[in-house]
C-alpha cells in the first residue's frame, strides 16, 4: 500500500488536533488540587468513634451549607494531645496556640447555581454518598471531589424523581 504524501499529512494532522484536544481537555477540566492545614482522617472518627456527620458539619439537615468544623470543634477532644500521630500533635499545638483552624471547601458549585441541603438531605433524606462518594472512608483530605457534579447529575435524579426541571429553580 503506497503512503501519499496526501493521506500521510491527513494522518499526522489528526494525531496533532487529537493531542490538542487531550491537552486542552486536560486543562479545562482538571480541577486545581485543594489542600487542607491538617490531614483529617473521616474514617476513624466516622466508622471508628461512630461520630455523626451533624457533629461536624453542623446544618447539613437545616441550611443550604453544612458548614466545615473549626478549632472550637476539634478542641473538644484534642485540646490535650490524642495518640501518636504526628497530624494529630499539630492539631494540638495549634489549638493550645490559638490559632485558626480553616479547612477549605471541596465540591462547589458556580455562583449561577442554587442548591440546598436542607431540601436533599433534612426533607427528601438523601444519602450522603449519592453526591459525596465515600468520603466517609478517607484517611487523608482527598485533593479532589470524588462525585464529578454536573448539571446533568442534578437533572438525571429531577427527572426520574419527577423534582423541578425549572431553569429557575437551580439558576436563580
Ligand atoms: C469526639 C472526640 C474527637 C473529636 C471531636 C475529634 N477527634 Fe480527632 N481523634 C480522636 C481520637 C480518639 C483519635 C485517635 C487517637 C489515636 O490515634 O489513638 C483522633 C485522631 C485524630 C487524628 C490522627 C489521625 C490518624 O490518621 O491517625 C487527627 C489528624 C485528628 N484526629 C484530627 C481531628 C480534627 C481536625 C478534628 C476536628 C475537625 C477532630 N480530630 C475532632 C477524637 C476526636
Ligand atoms: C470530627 C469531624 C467530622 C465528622 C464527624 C465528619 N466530617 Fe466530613 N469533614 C471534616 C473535615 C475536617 C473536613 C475537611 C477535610 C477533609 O476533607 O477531610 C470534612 C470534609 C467533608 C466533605 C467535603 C466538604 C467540602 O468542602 O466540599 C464532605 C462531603 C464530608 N466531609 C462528608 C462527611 C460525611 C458524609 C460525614 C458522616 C458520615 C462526615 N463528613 C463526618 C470533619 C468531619
Ligand atoms: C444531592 C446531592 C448532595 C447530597 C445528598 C449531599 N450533598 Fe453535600 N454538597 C453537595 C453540593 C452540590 C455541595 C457544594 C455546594 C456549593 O458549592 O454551594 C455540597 C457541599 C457539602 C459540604 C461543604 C461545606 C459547605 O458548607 O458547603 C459538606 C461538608 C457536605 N456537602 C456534607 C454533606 C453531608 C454530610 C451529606 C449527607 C448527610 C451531604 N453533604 C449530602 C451535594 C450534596
Ligand atoms: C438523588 C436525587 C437528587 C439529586 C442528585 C439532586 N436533587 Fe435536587 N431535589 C431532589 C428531591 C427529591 C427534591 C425535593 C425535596 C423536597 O421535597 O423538598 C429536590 C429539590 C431541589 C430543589 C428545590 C426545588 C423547588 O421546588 O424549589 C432544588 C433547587 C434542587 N433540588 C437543586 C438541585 C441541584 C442544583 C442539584 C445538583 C447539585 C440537585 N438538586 C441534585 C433530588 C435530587
Ligand atoms: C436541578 C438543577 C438544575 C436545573 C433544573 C438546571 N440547571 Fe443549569 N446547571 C446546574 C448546575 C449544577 C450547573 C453547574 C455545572 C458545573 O459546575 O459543571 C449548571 C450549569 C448551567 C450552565 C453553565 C454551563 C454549564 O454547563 O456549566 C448553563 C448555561 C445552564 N446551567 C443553563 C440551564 C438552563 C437553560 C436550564 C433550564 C432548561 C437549566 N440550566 C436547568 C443545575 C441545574
Known amino acids: 500500500m503506497a ?4 493521506t500521510f499529512s491527513a494522518w499526522a494532522g489528526a494525531v496533532i488536533l487529537l493531542i490538542l484536544m487531550i491537552g486542552i481537555g486536560l486543562l479545562v477540566r482538571r480541577e486545581p488540587a485543594v489542600s487542607q492545614p491538617i490531614a483529617f482522617n473521616h474514617l476513624k472518627h466516622t466508622q471508628e468513634l461512630g461520630l455523626d456527620c451533624v457533629f461536624c458539619h453542623t446544618y447539613v439537615e437545616t441550611g443550604a451549607h453544612p458548614g466545615l468544623p473549626d478549632a472550637d470543634t476539634c478542641s473538644l477532644c484534642h485540646r490535650a494531645p490524642l495518640g501518636e500521630s504526628e497530624e494529630a500533635a499539630k492539631l494540638s499545638q495549634l489549638i493550645a496556640d490559638g490559632e485558626p483552624l480553616r479547612f477549605n471547601k471541596l465540591f462547589r458549585l458556580p455562583d449561577h447555581v442554587f442548591y440546598t441541603h436542607r431540601r436533599h438531605v433534612g426533607i427528601a433524606e438523601l444519602d450522603c454518598t449519592i453526591c459525596h462518594g ?6 487523608i483530605p482527598p485533593e479532589r471531589p470524588l462525585v464529578e457534579i ?3 447529575f442534578c437533572l438525571d435524579c429531577h427527572l426520574e424523581q419527577e423534582e423541578t ?3 429557575n429553580a437551580c439558576h436563580r
Request: glycine share 0%; proline share 6%; charged share 40%.
Open 3 to 6: 503512503r501519499t504524501p496526501r
Open 134 to 139: 465515600e468520603i466517609s472512608e478517607t484517611e
Open 150 to 152: 454536573s448539571m446533568s
Open 165 to 167: 426541571v425549572d431553569c
